[in-house]
C-alpha cells in the first residue's frame, strides 16, 4: 500500500499577514564586519551543499547553482533588507506554505520552519550565523521550489520511471537573482513558470477540488451487495451521499430508498462513476465499483499531484500538434489545439510484463499492408516452441522465415537446421501482410530504441473491454483509418477512401512518408481532467505511481 502524506492544514490566509509583521522590524543593517561574517557563514555553507536545520540538509545537488548565484552577489545576504525579510522573501515563503495547491510537499521547502526562523531573525539583532542560516534555506527552498514546479521533482529518465524524456536544463541562479529577488508578484511569476498547457491547469484545479474533499473524508467503507435483497442495500444513504460528494449524482436528485440500488437516478449515477474510473458503465454495484467508491480521496489527491508531476516532465511546446496516448486510459486524442481534442480512440496497450514504453517521438511515415518481423524474443518464446510441436505451424498464420536481408527461406515445414538457426537468432521470421496480420494493415511509425509503433488489429473485440492491456508492447488503434486521414491531411491524394483501398487492396509495404513529421507523445497519466470539468481516475496498471510514492518518500535530493 502506497505510503500516505499528511495534508498540509496550514491557511496561507492566516498567516500572510502574520509573514507580513516580520517585515516591520527597525533593525539596522548589519556593520560591515558582521556583514564579512555573514559573508564567509554564508559562504562556508554554500561549499558544504549541507545546511542542519533544513528538513533536508543535503543540497549537494544544488551547490554549484547557489555558488553561482552568491558569487553574483558577493555572497551578500540577498532576501534580507535592513535586519528583515524582504517582501519577496516573506512571499515566496507564503508559496512554500501553501505549495501543495501545486501539487508539491511544503515540508520539501521547510514550510513549517519559516516561522522560526522569522522570529529569529527579528530578534537576532543582525547575529551573521542567524542571517547566513535564514538566507541560505530561502535560496536553496526556492530553488527547489521552482525547479520542482517548472520540470519536475524525479528524473523521468531513471530506471524507476523509464521515460525517454529528457530532463530539461533551467538556470535557477539567474533566474532567482535577475527575476524572483525583485519581483512586484511573485505569485503570478511562478504561475508563469508552470506548464502552460490546459490539461495540467485543468489538474491543478481538480487538485484543489479533491483536496477539499479529502480533508473532510470520514466516510466508512460501503459493505458489499448482496445480490438477493439488492433492493435493501444497508449502505444506500452512505453511497448516495458519496456520489453527490464527488459529482456523480446532483445535488437536486431524489433517490427513492425503496427502490435501493434499482432506482433510475443512482443507476445513472453508478454509471457516470464508472466510466470516471475506468470501469465497465453497467449502473451495477460490483466487486470492482465497491474498491473504487472505498478508495481513500487522499489516494485521489495523490494520482492528481502525481499527474501534475508528469505533465512537468514534457516539453514545453511542440513545432506540430502531437498525437497522444495515455497508457493507463487506455485512449489516443489528437488535437485542433491545446484545449481543443480533435479525435479520440481506444487503444491497446502492452501487458505488465511487455509493458509499452513512454517517450516523445516523432512520427515520420506511415505503412499500409506492413510485414509484421517477429521480434526475436516472441521468436524464441512463442513461436519456436509451437514450431517444436507442429513443423508445419507456419502455414496457419501466414508466417515465413527470412534471412536477415530479407530472403524467404521457408513458408511451409521447418526443419531441424532451420529450427536451429531460429532458436540462435540467425533467421528471422515475419508475417506477410493479409485482414489476419497481428499488425493488421497499417502501421504508424516513430522511429524509437524500443521498435514500438501504432498499428491497427484484426482483433477488435478487445476493444469493447474497459481494461485494454494486451499487447506485446506496441499500441493498437480502434480506428486506422481516421488516424491515417489526420495525418495525412494536407496530402490530398489520401481520403478516408484512398487510405481503406490501400489496406484492403494495395501494394504491400507501401511506405507514405508524412509532410512534417508529428511529435507522438506516450505517457502514463492515472488521473485526468476532461474538457467539461470531468475527473477521471485509473488503476496503476504498471506500478508507476508506487514507484513515484516511494521516490518522493525519500526526499531531497530526489534522484
Not at 131 to 160: E, K
Not at 355 to 371: C, D, G, H, S
Not at 491 to 498: F, L
Request: proline share 6%; aromatic share 8%; charged share 20%.
Amino acid at each position: 500500500m502506497r505510503a500516505k502524506k499528511c495534508l498540509v492544514t496550514i491557511s496561507v490566509l492566516v498567516l500572510l499577514p502574520w509573514l507580513l509583521a516580520f517585515g516591520c522590524s527597525s533593525q539596522t543593517a548589519p556593520t560591515n564586519r558582521a556583514l564579512d561574517s555573514t559573508r564567509e557563514r554564508l559562504k562556508a555553507i554554500v561549499s558544504a551543499g549541507a545546511l542542519d536545520d533544513m528538513r533536508w540538509q543535503n543540497f549537494t545537488d544544488y551547490r554549484q547553482s547557489t555558488q553561482k548565484f552568491y558569487e553574483a552577489a558577493n555572497y551578500s545576504p540577498v532576501w534580507v533588507r535592513d535586519g528583515q525579510a524582504s517582501p519577496q522573501a516573506v512571499a515566496i515563503i507564503a508559496e512554500f506554505i501553501s505549495s501543495q495547491k501545486r501539487g508539491l510537499i511544503p515540508e520539501d521547502y521547510d514550510a513549517s520552519r519559516w516561522p522560526q526562523r522569522l522570529s529569529a531573525l527579528k530578534t537576532s539583532s543582525g547575529n551573521p550565523d542567524t542571517l547566513a542560516r535564514f538566507d541560505a534555506a530561502l535560496t536553496v527552498s526556492a530553488m527547489r521550489f521552482i525547479s520542482d514546479l517548472h520540470t519536475g521533482r524525479v528524473n523521468p529518465q531513471h530506471s524507476a520511471f523509464s521515460v525517454t524524456i529528457e530532463k530539461q536544463n533551467y538556470d535557477l541562479s539567474a533566474f532567482l537573482a535577475k527575476e524572483v529577488v525583485s519581483a512586484n508578484n511573485v505569485p503570478e511569476l511562478l504561475n508563469a513558470i508552470e506548464p502552460q498547457y490546459t490539461g495540467y491547469k485543468r489538474t491543478e484545479a481538480a487538485l484543489q477540488t479533491y483536496l477539499g474533499l479529502a480533508s473532510q473524508d470520514h466516510s466508512a467503507q460501503l459493505p458489499s451487495v448482496n445480490r438477493s435483497d439488492s433492493d435493501v442495500y444497508p449502505g444506500i444513504a452512505q453511497l448516495t451521499q458519496q456520489l453527490r460528494v464527488r459529482g456523480d449524482l446532483p445535488q437536486s436528485a431524489v433517490v427513492n430508498a425503496k427502490t435501493g440500488l434499482n432506482d433510475a437516478q443512482l443507476v445513472g449515477a453508478i454509471k457516470h462513476f464508472q466510466v470516471r474510473h475506468g470501469l465497465q458503465g453497467d449502473g451495477k454495484l460490483g466487486k470492482e465499483t465497491l474498491r473504487h467508491l472505498n478508495t481513500p480521496l487522499g489516494d485521489r489527491v495523490l494520482q492528481l499531484e502525481y499527474a501534475l508531476e508528469r505533465w512537468r516532465w514534457l516539453p514545453s511546446g511542440y513545432a506540430h500538434l502531437p498525437v497522444v496516448v495515455n497508457v493507463p486510459e487506455f485512449l489516443l486524442r489528437t488535437f485542433v489545439s491545446d484545449h481543443q481534442i480533435a479525435m479520440r480512440m481506444d487503444v491497446v496497450v502492452g501487458r505488465e510484463l511487455n509493458q509499452t514504453p513512454l517517450f516523445v517521438k516523432e512520427m515520420k511515415y506511415i505503412v499500409f499492408r506492413p510485414y509484421w518481423n517477429v521480434p526475436q524474443s516472441i521468436t524464441s518464446k512463442e513461436i519456436v516452441p509451437a514450431l517444436r510441436k507442429n513443423r508445419n505451424y507456419l502455414v496457419k498464420d501466414n508466417f515465413e522465415v527470412t534471412e536477415k536481408g530479407g530472403r524467404v527461406v521457408t513458408r511451409g515445414a521447418v526443419s531441424a537446421d532451420v529450427l536451429a538457426q531460429l532458436q540462435s537468432g540467425k533467421l528471422s521470421v515475419r508475417q506477410r501482410p493479409g485482414p489476419n496480420d497481428s499488425l493488421g494493415l497499417v502501421k504508424f511509425i516513430f522511429p524509437n530504441e524500443d521498435n514500438v509503433y501504432l498499428h491497427s488489429t484484426p482483433s477488435q473485440e478487445l476493444f469493447s473491454r474497459a481494461r485494454r492491456d494486451f499487447s506485446h508492447g506496441c499500441i493498437r488503434v480502434e480506428k486506422p483509418v481516421d488516424l491515417a486521414a489526420w495525418l495525412l491531411k494536407d496530402q490530398p491524394k489520401w481520403t478516408a477512401e484512398t487510405i481503406k483501398a490501400a489496406m484492403d487492396s494495395g501494394p504491400d509495404n507501401q511506405q507514405v512518408n508524412l509532410t512534417n513529421p508529428v511529435p507522438v507523445v506516450i505517457v502514463y497519466l492515472t488521473a485526468v481532467v476532461e474538457e467539461n470539468g470531468d475527473i477521471y481516475f485509473f488503476d496503476d496498471i504498471y506500478g508507476h505511481d508506487r514507484s513515484m510514492n516511494a521516490a518522493l518518500a525519500k526526499g531531497q535530493p530526489y534522484r
